[in-house]
């Protein structure tokens, strides 16, 4: 990404055992005053807030490539069929880069959903394949889209876009706060640490939920993800009450082992008296009872 050498050597990047996975026939919609979460393995999940649901970065493909059955292959199983997902109220994109943007799925799930969330540009690609555009909403940082009784806002970030070498930052990046009147959440998108998580505090609050990149990182790649201690320091800058990591655990971009992202933030939050979230993919995290979401899984994967 950036030209310079890896610090990391011979790591485990997939996992030798297999991960476990709640397998899930369906998802049931949430009450408008409850606030649901579930991850779907890397940065794609469903947020269930304001009686909505927030489909983000759904990737459903086995490979995170333009070619299909080359390039990153998933070492995670999906939880659920994408034909047993439920009507997506929103679906939020942070970025057009592979792993977050995925043509087929979008193919295949469109017609589930209401409206789309998108940064300026990479409305083309949705157009491209066949969406409405009357669905999408095209969004610069800061702007908001309503629906009904939830806000959803366009955040700034530092990362880039393209989906070819030669085409690189022709569309934006961003990342995404869903506010109702009870709950402020936020999903960072992929970024390197910066002031705008202290500015996205400013401007909301303490944030309840914390959608958080963790992974695919590397000290050459620091301006464009963030490391372990820059994501704790960002933990600290937006006061998140309970935090949940994303951006690993289903694809390796990366030469780290595939597990130290999870055991990074695990180990430094608890260091600094930070909540995080363990979650399974497919788990259904009711945040009522977050706390209760901390297992230790991935030591037990071979």
Not at 151 to 158: E, N
Not at 177 to 184: C, H, L
Not at 188 to 199: A, I, L, P, V
């Amino acid at each position: 990404m950036t030209g310079q050498k890896s610090e990391y050597k011979n790591e485990e990047k997939v996992p030798k055992g297999e991960i476990p996975v709640y397998k899930l026939k369906k998802i049931e919609k949430a009450k408008k005053d409850e606030l649901k979460w579930i991850w779907f393995g890397h940065s794609s999940s469903l947020l269930q807030i304001d009686g909505k649901n927030v489909l983000m970065d759904p990737v459903f493909s086995n490979y995170s490539s333009p070619v299909p059955f080359i390039g990153p292959k998933r070492f995670s199983k999906l939880p659920i069929d994408i034909e047993n997902m439920p009507s997506i109220d929103v679906l939020a994109i942070s970025h057009d880069h592979y792993d977050h943007l995925d043509s087929q799925t979008i193919k295949q799930i469109d017609e589930k959903v209401k409206e789309y969330c998108v940064p300026l540009g990479v409305e083309k690609h949705l157009l491209r394949w066949g969406v409405n555009e009357k669905k999408i909403h095209v969004m610069n940082w800061w702007d908001e889209v309503k629906v009904d009784g939830l806000t959803i806002t366009s955040t700034p970030g530092r990362h880039f876009t393209g989906r070819v070498p030669w085409r690189n930052n022709t569309t934006l990046w961003s990342g995404y706060v869903f506010k109702n009147d009870k709950y402020t959440t936020y999903f960072t998108g992929d970024t390197g640490y910066g002031n705008h998580f202290e500015e996205v505090y400013e401007k909301f609050g303490a944030i309840d939920l914390l959608m958080i990149e963790d992974g695919q990182y590397d000290r050459a790649w620091s301006n464009i993800h963030m490391l372990p201690k820059d994501g704790i320091q960002a933990m600290k800058d937006l006061h998140a009450k309970w935090t949940v990591p994303v951006h690993w655990g289903a694809f390796c971009i990366c030469n780290h082992a595939w597990d130290d992202p999870i055991k990074q933030i695990t180990t430094r939050s608890q260091k600094e008296n930070l909540n995080v979230a363990t979650p399974k993919i497919g788990e259904i995290v009711d945040y009522s009872k977050i706390e209760t979401y901390q297992e230790h899984w991935w030591e037990n994967v071979e």
